[in-house]
């Protein structure tokens, strides 16, 4: 379990709750919380990407970065979305194939569709993260689907 701790409690003052919660497991992040001094760490969070492109350097150039993160999800119970907006017509990671790296005619190295979809289906399987896909346009309504639970 991970354990919110709002930072305008003081440091060394709660030391025994500290104690107490390590030799239970409890891992405990500090955080500006809204209100309250202890909360739980959510079960859903959204990552938001602009485009193909971001998701595309995420998981190529920073995928040691991206792989951390989705670890420490998966470590803290937390299901993770991906959520990639995108002008394609792409509505799943099967679709993702036909993408077309505007990078392709620049370097051969640049990573396509198929590859791309590849790296996607096996975070899916690893850590336990969902890639999902909308117009920019939808993107808010797509959040509110989400959190509500609606997908």
Known sequence: MVLIEDTRQQNGKHDLKHRKFE???VQVVRCSLPFGDYAIAPQISIDTKRNMEEIAQNLTIDHDRFRRECER???AECLLYIL???EWDIYSVEDVHK???PRSPLSTKAITGAKLEKIM???ERRYNVRFC???P???AEFIIKILSGEI
């Open 121 to 123: 289906q096996t975070m």
């Open 73 to 75: 999800a998966k470590e």
């Open 99 to 101: 993408w077309q790296n």
């Open 23 to 25: 030799e239970l497991g």
């Open 84 to 86: 990639i907006e995108t």
């Open 137 to 139: 346009d939808k993107s």
């Open 133 to 135: 896909f909308c117009r």
